[in-house]
Every structure is written in structure tokens, then in C-alpha cells.
């Protein structure tokens, strides 16, 4: 067991955050039985500017606020680890003052109009965002653009942006669950691009400098780097003159970026010490999961949103082990899962009610409730409970329609990961297409044949009532 002693150091369920990442749209059906694909791929424009620059407009004429997306590809796998954290520094720079208007400016007009201009990094891409009323658009785009094209870079406003994150990063340490995901993520990543964590560490962030911003700006405001998704009524023809004559004239610089290879995790037992895990630990299994474009992607989301109510019946409810237990969904071109285990009360026997867990489903049994006259569990097969929880699958789709602004997140996520910004429309088609083979053959290759590294952050006490050969396997595997 890998023991270190550090004096210091959000979530919905997997589906949920599965369809977060890939589902959300607006539009309605054409006809009670016309496609998802087919009612909404038609509300689409794309256009390219001079300097090849794409632009996505997705039309929707239900409501008056607009959201304008500038995306920079490469996230923070194109920045070092040793300065990890810059690009959300950077970005956040854009909106804080720039040739034409300074900070105060810009918070006054956003603040009077209800607006918003901010900005969302990830592993593989990061976004500079606009999101107004219709009416206040023309002259928030000026605001907008000027900040993408002309920042200011003023040094006191660099402070303020640079202590916010290192403020935010020392927050997250001193978390003991924000801590693990830490531990858990640099543990798997180790020697791999996403070892430079979007939002960076205390250490990385304090030796970030403005002029190490400006490079990185020099570097990201690259038309090779970009593209724009606008998701709202607009005037396709009017948004592709204002965004032509000015993202349009940014230089291609044909900037690399680097190749981001596939996950594979091991079996390994990582654990520290947290003084804020006083009483308690925070146990968190990482493992390979499919990626977006693959086809076991939507089985293993169902297979894990069963699995999350099997764990919740044993872990939380039968042993009362912990206070939260779920599978949570980290997709990307390097993608990964976490059987998160939230305050754990039962260090010593938590790992074994988690193969317990697993073991019912791996007999192809869901639990559908208590005997109130045993007690004992009734049981259902996956595919007597597989509508059910397809249906649901569906249901949170349409539910994800709610703003302009998750539209255009799925838009840009399917550009970046399924290679077209309307393939993530499919996705109703293809939960619809599930069998219950599908989700036991999904479930046995990335849970019963994963490999996982098991990462536990607790106190002393905790840390000592931790068997690592309790982690070498998981379910029948054991």
C-alpha cells in the first residue's frame, strides 16, 4: 500500500452524468414518431470562416436568450503539468478588462443586462461563453469579442484571478474527498497528458506568471485551435458576417497538439492521511470506462445507473456503510469511472459489501425491494427491469433540453468527441437499441474485468483498519 502523510488534503449518478456529457438538445419532434436525430438535425447551419474557423449555429426559436461559444481545442493535455491550472487563468482574464473595456466596465453592463461571459476548461478543450437576451446581444458581442481578440492583461487583475484559483485549489486539498479524486486522478494519469489537471494545484498555480499567461494566449488564439457553436434564434447569415470580420481574421498557426493515447488503469491501492477525514474515510475505485463514440458507451451508462441502485440497497441502506455510494462518469478521449464511496463509516468491511453489491448484479439479478413479512431481498433479472431504466435513460434526455447553454455544451462535446456536432442527437436511437445482453456484456468487461485503482483517504484510525488484499479483486473476482 502506497502510504503518504499529508497534514492537509459533487455528484449526480453515472447516467446522469453520462447524458450531461452527451445528450442535451432542444427542438421537438416532428411527429409522435419521427427521431430525435431527424427532428433536430435540420435546425442546423454550419458555416466556415476565411481563415477555416467552423462555425455551428443551432436554431431555436422557443426562447430569447442566446449562447455564443468560442472553442479552443487541446485543454489542459496541450499545457505542461508543471503549469497546470494556466488555461482556467487565462481564460478568465478574457472577461477581465480588455482594449475597449475595463473590468468594472464589463461586471456593470453584464450585471445591468442579466448576461453572463465566462469560460469552462477541461482535459481535451476549453470554452470562452456569451449568454444574454436577444436584445442585448449586438452590443455584448462587442464586449465579448474584445476580450477573445484584445485583453487587457492588467497585472492587478491578474492577482485577483491568480488568488482566486490558488484560494480555490487550497479549498479542494482541503477537502479529503476533492483530495482523493486528486490522489486518484494523478495516480492514473501518471506519465499520460492528463496529468495536468484543468484547474491545476496549489503548486502549480503559484508559479504561474502574467507573461506565462500571454504565451499561452499567443499560443491558444490559434484559428487551427478553434471553432464556434451558437445555440439560440439567430440570423445564421448576420452571425457569420460579425464573427468573419473578426474571429475570422485571426492567424491559422498550425499549432500541434498532442496525442492523448487511451487509458488503462491498473490494480493498485493508493491511501493518505487527511486531517479533515477525522471519523471517517473516502474510499474512490478508478477504472477504465468506453468512450463516447464507442458502442458499449450506452450500455455500460445503463449497467451503471443498475449497479448504483444495487450499491445504495446494500452499501447505504442494508450495511449503512456510507453516507453516498455511486458510479460516476468521467468521458473524454481518455475516459474513466469512479465507484465513489462518500464518507465511509465501516472502513474495514465497506470494500467487501461493494463485492457484495457487485456480486448480485453479476448473477444478472436488480433488486426490486424488501419481503416486508423476511425482510429478505425480491430480486429481478436485468432484462425484466432493462424498459424501465431505458425509459428513464430517455426521460433525462429531454429533460437536458432546458437551456441554450447545455445545448451548446452537447453541440461542442459531440464535435469534439463523436466527430460531428450532430451525432450526439442519436442517442435516444441508440438507448432504444439496447438489449439486456448488451448491458451484462458491458457490465462484465469494465467492472468484473476492470482493473482498479482503489484510492482511500481517511485518518490514521481509518487508514489502519484498511486490508489491501481486500482491494486486489473485485466481486466474484475475489
Not at 456569451?130 to 442585448?136: E, G, H
Not at 493508493?270 to 474512490?284: I, M, N, R, Y
Request: proline share 4%.
Amino acid at each position: 500500500m502506497k502510504h503518504r502523510t499529508l497534514a492537509v488534503a459533487f455528484l449526480p449518478i453515472a447516467l446522469a452524468a453520462s447524458l450531461a456529457a452527451s445528450c442535451a438538445t432542444t427542438g421537438g419532434a416532428s411527429g409522435p414518431n419521427a427521431s430525435f436525430y431527424d427532428a433536430n438535425a435540420k435546425t442546423f447551419t454550419v458555416k466556415t470562416l476565411d481563415n477555416g474557423v467552423k462555425l455551428v449555429v443551432k436554431k431555436n426559436e422557443l426562447n430569447r436568450v442566446l449562447n455564443l461559444k468560442l472553442v479552443i481545442s487541446g485543454g489542459s493535455a496541450a499545457i505542461p503539468a508543471a503549469r497546470a491550472g494556466i488555461e482556467a487563468v487565462g481564460l478568465a482574464m478574457l472577461s477581465h478588462g480588455s482594449g475597449t473595456y475595463s473590468y468594472d466596465d464589463i461586471q456593470s453592463m453584464l450585471y445591468r443586462k442579466s448576461a453572463a461571459i465566462g469560460s469552462s476548461g477541461g482535459y481535451d478543450y476549453a470554452t470562452y461563453d456569451l449568454n444574454c437576451i436577444d436584445k442585448y446581444f449586438p452590443e455584448l458581442f462587442e464586449v465579448f469579442i474584445d476580450g477573445a481578440m484584445a485583453p487587457l492583461f492588467d497585472e492587478g487583475e491578474f492577482e485577483n484571478v491568480l488568488n482566486d484559483a490558488m484560494q480555490g485549489a487550497e479549498e479542494r486539498f482541503g477537502d479529503p474527498d476533492e483530495y482523493a479524486r486528486w490522489l486518484g486522478t494523478q495516480a492514473i494519469f501518471a506519465g499520460h497528458p492528463y496529468a495536468s489537471d484543468p484547474n491545476g494545484s496549489p503548486e502549480s498555480l503559484q508559479s504561474i506568471t502574467l507573461d506565462d499567461v500571454k504565451e499561452w494566449y499567443a499560443q491558444a488564439l490559434d484559428a487551427d485551435r478553434l471553432s464556434i457553436v451558437a445555440v439560440g434564434n439567430f440570423d445564421a447569415e448576420e452571425l457569420y458576417g460579425k464573427l468573419n470580420a473578426t474571429i475570422g481574421t485571426i492567424a491559422r498557426k498550425g499549432g500541434k497538439l498532442p496525442a492523448v493515447p487511451a487509458l488503462a488503469t491498473k490494480q493498485d491501492v493508493v491511501a493518505d492521511v487527511h486531517e479533515a477525514a477525522e471519523g471517517t474515510a473516502f474510499v474512490q475505485g478508478y477504472f477504465t470506462i468506453p468512450g463516447r463514440a464507442d458502442p458499449d458507451y450506452v450500455p455500460f451508462a445503463l449497467a451503471a445507473d443498475m449497479l448504483d441502485d444495487v450499491f445504495f440497497n446494500v452499501v447505504r441502506e442494508k450495511y449503512g456503510a456510507c453516507y453516498s455510494i455511486q458510479t460516476i462518469f468521467r468521458p473524454a478521449k481518455a475516459s474513466y469511472g469512479i465507484v465513489w464511496v462518500y464518507q465511509v463509516s465501516k472502513p474495514a468491511e465497506v470494500k467487501g459489501y461493494v463485492d457484495e453489491a457487485v456480486s448480485i448484479m453479476a448473477d444478472g439479478k436488480l433488486i426490486m425491494m424488501k419481503d416486508p413479512a423476511t425482510g429478505d431481498y425480491v430480486y429481478s433479472t436485468i432484462a425484466e427491469r432493462l424498459e424501465a431504466y431505458k425509459n428513464k435513460y430517455v426521460n433525462i434526455v429531454y429533460a437536458q433540453q432546458r437551456t441554450n447553454a447545455d445545448v451548446g455544451g452537447s453541440v461542442v462535446r459531440s464535435m469534439v468527441y463523436l466527430g460531428d456536432h450532430g451525432e450526439y442527437l442519436r442517442i435516444v436511437d441508440k438507448i432504444r437499441a439496447v438489449t439486456a445482453a448488451d448491458v451484462e456484456n458491458a457490465f462484465r468487461k469494465y467492472i468484473l474485468g476492470g482493473n482498479f485503482t482503489w484510492v482511500t483517504v481517511s485518518d490514521e484510525a481509518g487508514l489502519a483498519e484498511i486490508d489491501e488484499a481486500d482491494y486486489q479483486s473485485i466481486g466474484l473476482r475475489k
